[in-house]
């Protein structure tokens, strides 16, 4: 299973949109509603930031929102602040019962 | 939401086995509510899904291709946890290793509670 297609880099100024993208095939992205954002501090674990495509857990900004189509999955900023520089993962379910990630995307806010 | 405690040695020599432990409180590693997950990140290759056990009736395990022929996953009711053993491991096999709750969804694997992570060099 090959690892999910993301830029290495996108960057902002405060109070900017950026958006980032997440690239598979039919049998991850493409065929399934079940791929989840995530937002990765230096030193920390990864933090769920939207799963099921653009559904967002408790207590996650709603300036976080995720979309879909075909076989990209997209997780869109919007009002960008300093403390959101991290990297960002997605993941997908699998036709093969499994999970497979994204190669990270470090976002810089200028 | 759950509490996820990992142990285990941060330095194996190689062809040896890898074992982590993940101890769970705020929920069971025996309930329908969770999937248990185990999940790698080196900076070659990236976050890398190794594979889950879940309890639906019975229990069930998915390991990644990648580590399918030397991966195991085991759950163990009487403490409430569950384990990695990762065997014949080479200084490729060195990383930050997590292990991960998902929600009851057994397609969704969306990471809801991480464990703290635990860096682990394969050298001799």
């Known amino acids: 299973q090959s690892a999910l297609t993301q830029p290495a880099s996108v960057s902002g100024s405060p109070g900017q949109s950026i958006t980032i993208s997440c690239t598979g095939t039919?049998?991850?992205?493409?065929?399934?509603?079940?791929v989840s954002w995530y937002q990765q501090h230096p030193g920390n674990a990864p933090k769920l930031m939207i799963y099921d495509v653009n559904n967002r857990p408790s207590g996650v900004s709603n300036r976080f929102s995720g979309s879909k189509s075909g076989y990209t999955a997209s997780l869109t900023i919007s009002g960008l602040q300093a403390e959101d520089e991290a990297a960002y993962y997605c993941s997908s379910y699998t036709s093969s019962t499994t999970l497979v990630f994204g190669g990270g995307t470090k976002l810089t806010v200028l | 939401q759950a509490q996820l405690q990992q142990s285990g040695p941060g330095l194996v020599e190689p062809s040896q086995t890898l074992s982590l432990t993940c101890g769970i409180s705020g929920d069971s590693v025996s309930s329908n509510s969770g999937t248990w997950n185990w999940i790698r990140q080196s900076p070659s290759r990236g976050l890398e899904w190794l594979g889950r056990t879940y309890y639906r009736s019975k229990w069930y395990y998915d390991y990644a291709v990648s580590v399918k022929s030397r991966i195991t996953i085991n759950p163990d009711t009487s403490k409430n946890q569950f384990s990695l053993q990762l065997h014949s491991v080479t200084p490729e096999d060195t990383a930050v290793y997590y292990c991960?709750?998902?929600?009851?969804?057994?397609?969704?694997?969306?990471?809801?509670?991480w464990g703290q992570g635990t860096l682990v060099t394969v050298s001799s």
């Open positions: 039919s049998s991850d992205v493409g065929g399934y509603n079940y």
């Open positions: 991960a709750r998902a929600g009851p969804d057994v397609k969704r694997l969306s990471m809801t509670d």
